[in-house]
C-alpha cells in the first residue's frame, strides 16, 4: 500500500507540472504595433487602364484579408450601368463581375470610393479606382484643383469633389454622383481620365464621415463652380470654397417646454432682426423674457405665468411673421427650477481689466447684497457694488477696486439671487486672485484697404483661429486699438462686406451665388506682456 500510495503521489505530480506547462505553452504573444495601413493591391487582371477591353470580370488581387463596407454607397461606375457590377470577396481577391453590356469605344472608371478596408482595424483605401476602355484608347482629360473652408481658409476632411455633365446637373442634391474623389490633407484633389464634356464642379463635406455622397443642405457643406467648364483640355487651377448655406425657407428644428418651464425654440438657419411674440394666451406677452443664441439660430423664452393649456407663438424678422408656433404643456406638469451662476474667471484668476461676472441660467428678478460675505485677505470688505447688466438680464456683475496679491473669496449664501418663478441659488463660493497688470498688451493695428468705397469687416481671432473677439467695421484707412488684451496669440481676418451689413453672408448653391470673399493674415499678432506691438495690415483687393 505505501509503494501504491507512493507511485499515485509521483503520477499527480507529473501530471500537474505538464498540465501547467501546457498553460503556459498556450499564451499568445500581446501587445504590437496598431495596424495604420490600409490592403495594399498586388496585381489587377486585365491590367488597369487596358484598352480594347473584353472581359467580363475583373480580379483586383491584395496583400491582406479585407471586406466591403457601405458599397452601395460607396462604389460606383462612369457611365452608369442600368445593372450595376457585381463585388465579390475571394479570399484576399476581389471579383468584379460585369452585368451589363459595355459600350464601344468608351472610357470606364470603376470607382470603389471608400467600400475597401482591412479586416481588424477599418484602414480604408482611399481613391482606388480601375480603368479600362473598350476601344483602342482611353480618356485622358484631368481636372485638379484645391477645396478650402471658406471662412477659414484652411484645407477641410476629405471633401468630396464631383463633376455632373451638363445635361445631368439636374442631378445634384438628388443623386449620387458617379465621377468623384476625395481630397488629401492638404485641400488638393485630381479627377482623372475623363471625357471630352461641359460640366458642372461641386464639392461636399458632409456631416459624418462615410455618408451618402448625396448634398443635404441641413447638414452638409458645400462648394461650387459657378459656371459650367468645358472640358478639352486639362484644366488645374479649380479653387472651391466650402461654405454651410443657409436654408431659403425658414423651418423650426426644435419647439419644446424645458424641465424647467422655459421654451426652446432652435431654427434651421440664422435670423437677422428676430423676435417672439406671445399670440395667446396675448396677455402675457407683455412679461415675456427673451435671450437669442449669438448667432440668431435659437432662442429660449421665459414666461412669467405657466397657467395655460398651450401657448401660441409668432417668430419674425426684420418686422415679418416667418412662422407661428403652438405649444401644448403637459396637465400636472412639475417643473425642477435650480439657478446656477457661470462666471468670467479664467481659472482661478479675474482679468485686471474686469470685474466679476455672474451669468445665470435664468432671468434674475432681485439680488440680496446682505447674504454675500466678500473677503480680501480673510478681511471682509463691505464696499462692493453688486451690480446687474442693463441689457442683459442674465448677467450680475460685482464691482469693486480689485488689487493684485490679494485672495479674495466671496460666498453667496442660498438665497443670495432670486429668479424667475420665485427661484433661489443654494450656496456657493468663488475663490480667486486678480491677474496682475503686466501680463497684458497692446496692438496697435494700421489697416490699410484697397478700395475707400467698399466696407470691411476687420476681426481679431484667438489662436484657433475659430473664436471672434472683436470685430470692426471700417471704410477708409485707420488704425484699430487693442488696448489691455491678453499676452497671447491672434489672428485678422478681414471680411469684404459686399453688402455693407456688418456680416459675413454665406453663398447659395440654386440662385449661384458665392459666399463674401475672406482674407486671413498670414502673420499671427501676437500680443506680449507688458509691451506694446505696432503693425501694419495690408490689406489686398479682392480676388475674383
Known sequence: MPETRQCLLRVIYIALILLFAGCASMQAPQGGPKDEKPPKVLRMEPKDQTTNFSAQK??????????????FKEFSVSPEQEKPPLLKIRGKRLEVTFQDSLE???????????????????????????????????????ISGNVTQALTGEPPKEALVFILPLSRDTLFGKGKPSIFTTTDSSGNFMLKNLRADTYKIYAIR???NGGDKIYQQINDQVAFVKEPVKLDKNIDSIKLRLFKENAGTLRVLDRKINSDGSILLSFNRQLKRPAVTITEPAEIDARKLVKF??????????????????????????????????????RNAKYERNLTAADNLAGSRLNFYRHLELVFNMPVTSADAGKITFQEDSLTRQNFQLQKDSTDFLKYRLVYPWRTKRKYTIKFAEGAFTAI??????????????????SYGTLSLSVQVPDTASSYLIQLLDEKKETILRQDIITKNRTILYANFEAKTYFVRVVYDANRNGLWDTGNVQLGIQPERIWLAEKEMSIRANWDR???????????
Not at 478596408?117 to 482629360?141: A, I, M, Q, R, W
Not at 418663478?421 to 503686466?438: H, I, R, S, V, W
Open 58 to 71: 475583373i480580379t483586383i488581387e491584395f496583400d491582406e484579408y479585407f471586406k466591403l463596407q457601405n458599397q
Open 104 to 142: 464601344k469605344n468608351t472610357t470606364y472608371t470603376l470607382n470603389f470610393g471608400k467600400s475597401v478596408g482591412d479586416v481588424n482595424e477599418g484602414n480604408t483605401v482611399n481613391n482606388l479606382t480601375y480603368v479600362f476602355s473598350t476601344g483602342p484608347k482611353l480618356d485622358s482629360l484631368r
Open 206 to 208: 458632409e456631416q459624418e
Open 293 to 330: 443664441s449669438a448667432a440668431n439660430d435659437s432662442a429660449r423664452i421665459w414666461l412669467t405665468s405657466m397657467d395655460f393649456d398651450s401657448v401660441g407663438i409668432a417668430l419674425s424678422d426684420t418686422g415679418k411673421v416667418l412662422q407661428n408656433i403652438r405649444l401644448t404643456r403637459a
Open 421 to 438: 418663478y420665485n427661484t433661489k441659488n443654494k450656496a456657493f463660493t468663488k475663490t480667486f486672485e486678480l491677474e496682475p497688470k503686466d
Open 534 to 544: 505696432n503693425e501694419v495690415l495690408q490689406v489686398p483687393a479682392a480676388a475674383p
